[in-house]
């Protein structure tokens, strides 16, 4: 069987079993419609990936950030990488993880630079990487970079660094988007991410279904760009996420007017 041949059969299985998870996924929102969403705000910050990443952003609204990711019990505050020793510094002594984006939000950039952004990001107190895959090499079907793209900054983590790929779902077909998911895995990243937020588009139930489907059990999915209420971050860990990244956190958590940081 030929590469394009397996692509086409794994689609197929892949819409196949997705279309089960969505009837699966109707069926509990009408069991939900009566009983609530089954999960406190303190567990669900607990999935959350507090976000900062908007270019002209300040100090004082990192300070912010830092001091939200304190006070509600976020996961992980997320930035540019030029912010880690910022917030590193801040969050010293604390559990808050630091998750630094990588080629960050084309994803367009050579390996070399995304691995020394890495490294560079790690030396300077980042836990964790969220690379965004090159969409246009997947896209021009160049697998094998698109592979070794992803090795790259994986080889560039340390072993206890968590790696995320942003693949970018508002602009790939389903087929692509089955791509980037196995292209991920067999890359051996930690997880794969549905967005930027830069780019159009955002997570999806739908998306984080399929994700999940062909991914498997033992690899993080994080449902990433336009979740704005608490419902709908439920509704992403139900469909298969298991981490949230979102700027609107606090209003997530709490139901406040959101900054629109994200």
Not at 84 to 107: H, Q, W
Not at 205 to 211: E, G, P, R, S, T
Request: hydrophobic residues 40%.
């Amino acid at each position: 069987m030929n590469q394009d041949e397996l692509v086409e059969r794994v689609t197929r299985e892949v819409m196949a079993r997705l279309q089960d998870k969505i009837k699966e996924l109707n069926e509990l929102k009408k069991e939900d419609s009566g009983s609530g969403t089954g999960m406190s705000p303190e567990q669900l910050a607990g999935y959350i990936d507090h976000t900062l990443l908007k270019p002209g952003a300040v100090n004082t609204q990192f300070d912010q950030l830092v001091n939200e990711a304190i006070s509600y019990k976020f996961y992980s505050v997320c930035v540019n990488s030029s912010w880690v020793p910022y917030v590193a510094k801040k969050l010293r002594g604390t559990e808050i993880k630091i998750c630094s984006v990588v080629g960050f939000p084309l994803g367009e950039m050579d390996s070399r630079s995304k691995a020394f952004e890495t490294r560079n990001a790690i030396a300077n107190g980042a836990h964790e990487i969220d690379m965004v895959m090159n969409i246009g090499a997947l896209k021009s079907r160049n697998l094998k970079l698109v592979e070794e793209d992803v090795r790259s900054v994986k080889r560039a983590c340390r072993s206890h660094t968590i790696l995320k790929v942003i693949i970018e779902t508002a602009l790939l077909t389903e087929e692509e988007k089955v791509l980037a998911c196995e292209i991920s895995k067999k890359a051996d990243a930690s997880f794969v991410k549905t967005s930027t937020g830069f780019n159009g588009g955002g997570a999806t139930v739908q998306d984080i279904a399929l994700m999940r489907r062909v991914v498997g059990p033992d690899m993080g999915v994080k449902a990433s760009g336009g979740i704005r209420d608490f419902k709908s971050a439920v509704d992403m860990i139900k469909a298969g996420a298991t981490r949230i990244g979102a700027g609107a956190s606090v209003q997530i958590i709490t139901g406040a007017p959101t900054s629109g940081k994200y």
